[in-house]
C-alpha cells in the first residue's frame, strides 16, 4: 500500500529540531519527497537547504531551487519560529525583541504563502500548512506577548488564504500545537519544574505532547485525508482550550 504522501514534494521550514524534524521523517515514511529547510545546518529531508526564511529573496529563490529540482510542489508546512526565552508581558517586551519575533514567525510565514502558493496553483493545487498555536485564541497571565501576537497574526492569514484559495485547488490551514515537550520547551522549564507545573495543571490530559503527535496532524492536513479541509483553527493541545477544570 502506498504512502499517504507518495511522490508528492512537501517543503518543511524549520526542519532542523523539534516539530519540523520529526514531521519530515513522518512524511518520508510515508513516501514523501522531502525538502527540509533550516537556518542551521542539519535539516531532515532528501534535499536540505539553508535558508533565512524572514529574507525575501532567499524564500524566492528556494522554491525556485525546489521547482526546477523536482518539477513540482504539492505541500507546504511553514513550521520556522522562534520563542523568547522567557515570559514577557506587553510592558516588559523590548521593541528589538517584538520585531525579531515578527520577522520570523509573522513575515516568513506571509513569504512562505507569497511565493509558495503559485508553484502549488501552477502544478494542481495542494496543501498549506503554517504553524500557530494554542495561545492564538487564549490569554495568559503568564504573558510571552510578542510570541502570542504572531501566531495570532499567523492564524488570521491563514484563515484567509484558505478562502481566498479554495477554488483554486489550494487548502491553508493553521496548526495549533498545545505545549510539546521539544527541545525549546524543555529548555524553558529545566531550571523551574513549578513553571511547568503551573501549566500542567492545564491540560486534561496531565502531560506536554510530543512531536511525533504534532507531525501525524501535520501529516493529516498535508494528505488527501483532510480534502475537505481548509482556513481551519486546527487545535492539538490535549484538551487545553476545552477545559474549565481539569481531574485532579
Known sequence: ??????????????????????????FVEEE????????????????????????????KDMYAQV?????RIDVL?????????ADSSVLETETDVWQKVQDVNVRSVFLCCKYGIPHLIETGGGSVINTASFVAILGAATSQ????ASKGAVLALSRELGVEFARR???????????????????????????ASRRLVHIPMGRFGEAR???????????????????STFM?????SGAYVTPE
Do not use: H, W
Open 145 to 148: 506577548i510578542s510570541y502570542t
Open 67 to 71: 521547482r526546477e529540482k523536482y518539477g
Open 236 to 240: 492539538v493541545d490535549g484538551g487545553l
Open 77 to 85: 508546512f511553514n513550521n520556522a519560529g522562534i520563542n523568547p526565552p
Open 1 to 26: 500500500m502506498a504512502g499517504r504522501l507518495a511522490g508528492k514534494v512537501c517543503v518543511i521550514t524549520g526542519a532542523a529540531s523539534g516539530i519540523g524534524a520529526e514531521s519530515a521523517r513522518l
Open 32 to 59: 514523501a519527497i522531502v525538502v527540509g529547510v533550516d537556518l542551521d545546518a542539519g535539516a531532515e529531508g532528501e534535499f536540505t537547504l539553508q535558508v533565512d526564511v524572514a529574507d525575501e529573496a532567499g524564500v
Open 169 to 195: 485547488g489550494v487548502r491553508v490551514n493553521a496548526l495549533c500545537p498545545g505545549p510539546v515537550n521539544t527541545p525549546l520547551l524543555e529548555e524553558l522549564f529545566a531550571s523551574d519544574p513549578a513553571r
Open 213 to 231: 503527535e504534532i507531525a501525524k496532524s501535520a501529516l493529516f492536513l498535508a494528505s488527501d485525508d483532510s480534502s475537505f479541509v481548509t482556513a
